[in-house]
Each structure stands twice: as structure tokens, then as C-alpha cells.
């Protein structure tokens, strides 16, 4: 009876298990089932190297979406990644117990502040401060990179913070008794041994970036072009879907989803490289 | 001419320490700004008054309900479910291909951005489901987002349980669900706990997965079937339609409030765990 139960409870649990994975699939399945036909009909080379998005004449070009997002999540990374990355070795490195017991949960609150309220915020002050002192309308690649590089600090801190924290003490102890001072050692030794994990945390920043959408697209400007400066605004992919997805219908729609396989096949990539260097990382 | 190391040395401390105040600072402004600018509308009608004129007066009182809704709801439904998984990978199995599998399954979940859950959401429960922009829409595919954060910090916590309370538990003669409920999950509930409130302030703060969704209806949703709107969502619309700034601030000061709040009881359970047990 006890072991019938058992095995009974197990089955349960691995049914609850495999529901992740059942989830997965329903999401990919359905959003490439809407996704894909577009990209026979109207041809793989025409939406993603198209520069017309004009899905209600039938022109379904997101070249410049593409275009934009990575000019975003690049200019993310330019604002944050420096950012982030220096606090993770002032935590790490110089932090006393006191201030790291400060600073982590400060940290995991700007991650919990919503994306919205980051947009509004940069609305208000950052688009203004671009528009009065660079010029432009103000929504742009500028004021869109620096609000994502305020996003995407936490998730950079804290992955690189865990990657210093594992660099074993013995290199730095070694490193500090041959005569080198403390940045010596820091970028010497401890940014070199914690790398693939630092390059992790770049990764998932970027992940975070080029996903992020409600902040987006309320300092973007979502201008259907390719910016040629930093003072241009610029649609997103993730833009892209959240503008019209309310009300397209038909091809429209289809053309949104279109979008999002494009989107979603990036995002695989990024974290497929993000998990490869903690993995590495845990092997040394 | 060569700079010596000793005074590179001071330079950079300064400089790491001036970046770390500067990140902190980041977050004290954000707070301040949304503290100082909407305090002076928060008020109790504002809190307990439905929205008049599409939110131009009145207070949000829907719109509060309808976040208490959705981020309730979300957790009963995901809890069992990660929380079996968790128990699944920890307590009923062996490191194998096959958790491997799950583990990826959930890796990749974790991974997905919000408005792809809200691309999918839209799709399959409000199109092909026929639920329509619905509490229950809402509820189903914040379920699947919180689902991977749930699992993660069940599946540490019981971790983090020390082999002893098992051992003795199977040598007093009892089955491994026995340990499972009355050891195990005792001991790892109060991690448990944080995933949850980490899920619920995470599903407060969501816009574009519930935009599309559950709707934006300004009513109080009565049943399932319900469109309804939560206050990020409520917020949003405020904000991006510029229908008030002095609501917008007041909705935004309550929304960081509760979220901030949810997420320090949060750290504050974990840390009295780490303590714990270590």
C-alpha cells in the first residue's frame, strides 16, 4: 500500500515537473504557428532585411526594429555594463560586511521597481534633458540607453558580484604578497580568473535589454527608421508588438508575431551564451 | 612620465567607491522623486474610491482589487505546481538527462521576456481559448511567468535543509512523502515564502503580459470571465495618455510602495533562513 502511494506521489510530481517543460512548448508552438506562415508568404529575406513595416499594404520589413534593439541594448550596455561592473568589484573587493548587507537588498529593490515607473521617470527627466541640452525631440537612442542602463545594473551587479566571489582568495593573497596593489590584483588577476562569469551577467543584461518593452516604447519615440544619430528616436522590436498588438487584425497580426519569433530566436541565443559562461565558470 | 602604483591604487578605491554611492543614489532619487511628487494625492478616497472620468478623478480602488486578484490567483496556481517540481528534482530524483531536461525547460522560461508571455497569453487564451481580455487570461499566463522563480528558490530552499533532519526522519520509520511534508517542507518553508513574495511583486509590477491579457477594463472584475486592470497597467495608461500626472504620481507612489514592501518582507525572511543555518 505505502509503496503503491509512493510511486503514485512521484508520478504526480513528475507530471507537476514536466509542466515547465509542456509550458515551453505551448509557448514556442503557438508563437511560431502564428509567426511562421508570414515568413513564407511574404519571404524570409523580405521581413527581416525589409525596410518597410507597412503590414496594412502588405510591406512587413522589421530591418530596422532589429536594427534598433541592438543599438539599444548596445547603448545599455555602453551606460550600464561599465557601471555595473565596478560596483560588483567595489562590492566584492573593497565592501565591508556592513555595506554589502546595505547594498545587495538596495540592489534587488531597483530590480523590483517596474519597468513602467523607469519610463515614466525618463519621460519626465531624462527626455526633457536630452531635448534642452542635445537637442531633438528628446525621444531618442540616448535617453532610451541610459534609462536601460539603469535597468539592466542590477542583473549585471549581481552575476559579476557572484563570479568575483568565487575567484578563490588564494589568487589575490598570492597576487598582494608578490607586491601588487590592490587594482593590480583587481584587474589583473580577479577580472581575469572571473571573466566567463562577468561576460554572463553582460549577456543577461543584454538579454534584459533587448526584452525590455513598457519603458521602451514610452521614451523611444518609435519611429519607424534606422536612427542615424543618438539624438533620433527608433522603434524596437519588443515596441513593435506591445504599439499594435491591441488592435491589428489579420496579416497585421500575423506580422506581429513575425516579430516576436525574430525576437524570441535572439533571446534563445543570448541565453544559450549567458548559461554557456556560468558553466564554464563552474567547471574551473 | 609613470604614474606610481600606489596613488592608481588610491585613485581607483575612490573611484569604486564613488560609483557603488552613485548606483545606491540611483535608487534613493527614483524613490524620493516618486515619494515627494505623489504623496500629497495619496489619500484614503484615493485609495478606497473608484476611478472617475478614465482616472482623471477619483481614486483606484478597482484597480488595487484587480492586482490583489491577479498576483493571488497567479500564486495559487503556480505554487503547487513549482513547488512539486521543486520537491520533484530534490527529493525524487537523481542529477539524470532527464532533470537535465526540466532544468532547461525552466532555464529557458526564466529567460523569456514579458511580452512574449503576453504575445502567447494573447494567442492562446484570450484568441484560441476563447477566454477573452479576462481575470482568468490574466491569471493563467502570469502563472506560467512566476512559475520558473517559484521553482528556483523552492528548489534552493529545500536544498539548503541539512541531510541530518532526513536521515533521522527515514530512520524513525518514516515513507519519503512523510519526510517530504512534515521535515522537509517544514523546514524550507520560510524560503519557500520569499519565492513566493519575489513571484507576487513581480506580477504587480508586470504591464505588457497583463495589458494584453486581462485588458484594462476600469470596472472591478466580478467573476473569472472579467477584464479588469492592475495599477501598473492603470498607471501606465495615466501616464503614456497623459490623463493625469498628479494620479499618475499617486498611482506610482502606492505601486513602488507595495512592491518595495512585499520585496523587503521578502529578504527579510530569507535572511532570518541564512541565519539559520549557517
Redesign the interface.
Known sequence: M?FQ??NF??F???V??????F??F??FA??LI?GLPLFLKVGLKNIIFGFKWAPTKGSFGIFPMIVSSFLVTFGALVVGGP?GL??A???S???GKK?KM??K??????A??????Y???G?I?IVPLVRNYLGGSGFSLIATSIILG?MI?PTI?SISFDALMSVPKSFREGSLAMGA????T?YKVVIPSAKSGIMAGFILGM??A?????AVI?IAGNALKIPTSILDPLRTL?GN??LE??YATGDHRLG??ST?VV??VI??I??YMA?FGIKKKRLK | MRIKPSIVDKIFRIGFNALAFFTVGILVVIISIICVKGFSHVNLEFIFASPEDMGRHGGIFPSIMGTILLALLSIVFATPLGLGTAIFLTEYTKESVFTKIIRFGVESLAGIPSIIYGLFGFIFFVIQLGMGWSLLSGVLTMTIMILPTIIRTSEEAIKAVPRNLRIVSYSLGATRWETVTKVVLTAATPGILTGIMLSIGRVVGETAAVIFTMGSSLRLPTSLMDSGRTMAVHFYILAREGISMDKAYATALVLVLSITAINILAYYIMNRVVSRYS
Open positions: 505505502a502511494k509512493e506521489i512521484k504526480i510530481l513528475m507537476f515537473a514536466l509542466s515547465s517543460l509550458f515551453l505551448l509557448i503557438f508563437i502564428e557601471m565596478s560596483c568589484v567595489y562590492l573587493e573593497y565592501s555595506m546595505l547594498l537588498p538596495a540592489l534587488e529593490l531597483l523590483g521597481i517596474p519597468s513602467v515607473v519610463g515614466f521617470l519621460v527627466y539603469v545594473l551587479i596593489t590592490k587594482w593590480q583587481i538579454g534584459r533587448i526584452g525590455e518593452t513598457m514610452m519588443t508588438i506591445a498588438l491591441a506581429l508575431f516576436g525576437l524570441l533571446i534563445m543570448l541565453n548559461n
